[in-house]
């Protein structure tokens, strides 16, 4: 993926909240809030969604199999 640069300015407090932060996690203040930004958009939580629709989607008949539809199992 490309980079491109942000130039955001905050207060002091918060930059050294930023950089605490990110040597706490051992990593960069870059990383640190390019993640936040990544939780933030939810982007974390959307493609986990999408890989376990996926696995579901391929697996489907395999559950059926052994589990039963869920209509089956409410008898």
Not at 14 to 41: C, H, P
């Amino acid at each position: 993926m490309a980079k491109t640069q942000l130039n955001v300015r905050v207060d002091e407090g918060t930059a050294k909240a930023a950089r605490e932060r990110a040597t706490a996690r051992g990593m960069s203040v870059n990383r640190y809030i390019e993640e936040l930004v990544r939780q933030d958009a939810g982007e974390v939580g959307h493609t986990f969604v999408e890989a376990a629709a996926d696995f579901m989607k391929q697996y489907e008949n395999v559950f059926v199999e052994e589990f039963g539809t869920e209509q089956e199992g409410r008898r």
